[in-house]
């Protein structure tokens, strides 16, 4: 793999094994094809355009990364993403 940020390139190389999952950043939306995959826990309520909703808690660690993803309904729907650095949310 390569990856380039900030005018600097890095090359790493990784071992693929069953259940890996590669993703090119930490946009949200691409947390939703591991929905499946994590057993959701802890019921929450929230609020959705001024509706009442029922969450599902899913944790998840990710190479290191533990994320808390938030998701409603059959399907389920990603509602929210949560990664312990500040400016990612």
């Given amino acids: 793999m390569q990856a380039t940020a900030g005018g600097q390139t890095q090359k790493k190389t990784a071992e693929f094994r069953a259940h890996t999952v590669v993703s090119d ?4 939306r691409r947390y939703q094809i591991l929905l499946p995959c994590l057993g959701g826990k802890d019921a929450a309520g929230g609020t959705y355009k001024g509706q009442g909703i029922e969450l599902q808690k899913y944790p998840a660690d990710l190479g290191g990364l533990s994320i ?3 998701a409603q309904g059959e399907g389920p729907t990603l509602m929210r993403a949560d990664a312990p650095t500040p400016e990612i949310e």
């Fill in 25 to 28: 950043n930490l946009i949200a």
């Fill in 68 to 70: 808390e993803l938030w």
